[in-house]
Nanobody, 127 residues
Framework: HVQLVESGGGSVLAGGSLRLSCTTSGNTASISSMGWFRQAPGKEREGVAYIYTGGTNTIYADSVEGRFTISQDNTKNTMWLQMNSLKPEDTAMYIC????????????????????WGSGTQVTVST
């Protein structure tokens, strides 16, 4: 089993930056890819970014491409999401997720691809 804990959320003015962290524990060797999702009140969960844990392959949603950067340090069992040029529409609960090796694979930004989830960290962007 794998546990995920997010941190780094907060309130920021539009144009500002935040860096989210996702720390993993448990059977981390079983993780083959990870992602960041976000969910705003009344909206569906949206895939934001993806990273393959065995290399550097990354995928971003069009809405964050060029502003957000996903990265990882497998020696520290930590994944980050650097968020720059934040906009009010980026306000949401940000949740990290992990895909266990050997499970069926779906789209990288599709929630069904992942079987482990954190509880989330809130990001609020105001004008």
């Amino acid at each position: 089993h794998v546990q995920l804990v997010e941190s780094g959320g907060g309130s920021v003015l539009a144009g500002g930056s935040l860096r989210l962290s996702c720390t993993t524990s448990g059977n981390t060797a079983s993780i083959s890819s990870m992602g960041w999702f976000r969910q705003a009140p009344g909206k569906e969960r949206e895939g934001v970014a993806y990273i393959y844990t065995g290399g550097t392959n990354t995928i971003y949603a069009d809405s964050v491409e060029g502003r957000f950067t996903i990265s990882q340090d497998n020696t520290k069992n930590t994944m980050w999401l650097q968020m720059n040029s934040l906009k009010p529409e980026d306000t949401a609960m940000y949740i990290c997720a992990a895909h266990e090796r050997g499970r069926p694979a779906f789209g990288a930004l599709y929630a069904g691809h992942y079987n482990y989830w954190g509880s989330g960290t809130q990001v609020t962007v105001s004008t």
